[in-house]
């Protein structure tokens, strides 16, 4: 071979490499880009599964609210019973005490379930 087509070889090999490297950052740029572009759409996976998981805790809550109310209407209730059942308690007990004049001291609110 002349020394002619041995520089262009050489030239061409040159050539041929600096488009290899020219490629390879290219490639790396490509790959940041895609991986950036990776971590959004997984940001953005991450952040609807968090609503997701926000918005079934916020269901069970709501749940949760509804029951405790309606307990506290029971217990209202329960009390309001209560009152009206210690008032006939006592109505008795005061009617018994005038026929019997046997008094124990007996009140319907020392056998509160709520004292």
Not at 24 to 33: D, H, N, P, Y
Not at 94 to 100: A, E, I, N, Q
């Amino acid at each position: 071979m002349s020394a002619i087509m041995l520089a262009d070889a050489a030239r061409l090999f040159e050539d041929a490499l600096e488009a290899i490297e020219a490629f390879a950052v290219e490639s790396r740029k490509q790959i940041g880009l895609t991986a950036s572009a990776c971590d959004v759409i997984q940001h953005d996976i991450d952040m609807q599964e968090l609503r997701d998981t926000i918005d079934e805790q916020s269901q069970d809550l709501a749940v949760a609210a509804a029951f405790l109310e309606g307990l506290e209407e029971k217990c209202s209730e329960l009390q309001i019973l209560y009152a009206d059942v210690s008032a006939q308690l006592d109505r008795c007990i005061d009617r018994s005490l005038d026929v019997h004049e046997d008094s124990d001291d007996f009140s319907p609110s020392s056998i509160s379930p709520l004292a």
